[in-house]
């Protein structure tokens, strides 16, 4: 079966959204996440795309999507633009699919096409700030300023010279980085990533993820639910995100990918989906 990746254009009423569309079968609707691109996922929407029909949209301010000119980039502003998506490409029986910050969107999107959606997956997806750990949250406090930063405008130009410097960003990411994850193909790959996101996008973004309360809105996904976590993630409390998100989906199965990380670094192969793959092939193709 041919999985050969087509992008194009949709205009809709105030945005165009690129995004591409690739094999045949059940609707996926994929949702990427945070500092990304719909083709960081290309190994897991081409192996999805062996039996399954993938749409997979670049966010507003991400990959060949164009910013939002008139309102800030927010989990709730992406779900009301993909609901006007989906309608428009008439989208139905749908397999929603969210990774790390697009699972977020997808919870948002949930309610405003419910009756489109035939089953929902969840991968690493943070499901309330309350989950966060320690290290984290003391950043959270950090993040709460970016609207106030934004506004000043002096510190996202800062911000993208710093990301579009060869030099200063080798240096950074190689600082935070594992060591498994010091070479340089990955390295290239996510300066590529932070420069398909302006400074000021990103900033928007980490503070609206920051303060999305799943646990605050009146959700119960009522479709079975796929809800895929790794073991210790480095950025929330596992235990405690599952047990959030498996409230708000009764009808949910859970998969533990063995990873000591969010996701891994670099273009997400189909290697990242070798733990859940049989599961996630089953799910998508049940009735």
């Known amino acids: 079966m041919s999985t050969a990746i087509n992008g194009q254009y949709l205009q809709l009423n105030n945005q165009k959204i690129y995004y591409y569309t690739l ?29 399954a029909y993938v749409v997979a949209p670049d966010l507003p301010g991400c990959g060949r999507t164009s910013p939002y000119q008139r309102q800030r980039h927010t989990m709730t502003a992406y779900a009301e633009t993909l609901a006007e998506f989906v309608d428009t490409l008439d989208l139905n029986e749908i397999v929603l699919l969210g990774g790390s910050m697009g699972g977020l ?137 599952l047990k959030i998100l498996k409230d708000i989906a009764p009808q949910h199965q859970v998969v533990i990918v063995p990873l000591k990380t969010h996701v891994p670094k670099g273009e997400l192969s189909a290697s990242f989906l070798t733990p859940y793959k049989r599961q996630l092939e089953e799910f998508v193709l049940s009735s």
């Open 23 to 51: 094999g045949s079968g059940p609707t996926v609707l994929f949702i990427h996440g945070h500092r990304s691109d719909a083709l960081r996922f290309k190994g897991i929407l081409t192996t999805l795309a062996e039996y």
């Open 105 to 241: 969107v997808a919870l948002k999107l949930f309610p405003l096409i419910s009756s489109r959606i035939r089953k929902v997956v969840l991968l690493v997806t943070p499901a309330d700030d309350s989950v966060w750990k320690p290290k984290l949250q003391k950043y959270q406090l950090y993040i709460r300023s970016f609207p106030f930063l934004v506004k000043t405008k002096i510190v996202p130009w800062l911000a993208d010279r710093i990301i579009h410097s060869d030099r200063l960003m080798n240096y950074l990411l190689a600082r935070n980085f594992d060591p498994n994850d010091r070479k340089p193909d990955i390295i290239k790959f996510e300066k590529q990533q932070w420069r398909q996101m302006s400074s000021s996008v990103w900033m928007q973004t980490n503070h609206s993820i920051v303060n999305t309360k799943v646990s605050d809105q009146p959700l119960m996904i009522h479709v079975p639910t796929l809800i895929v976590e790794s073991k210790d993630n480095q950025y929330y409390d596992t235990e405690k995100n």
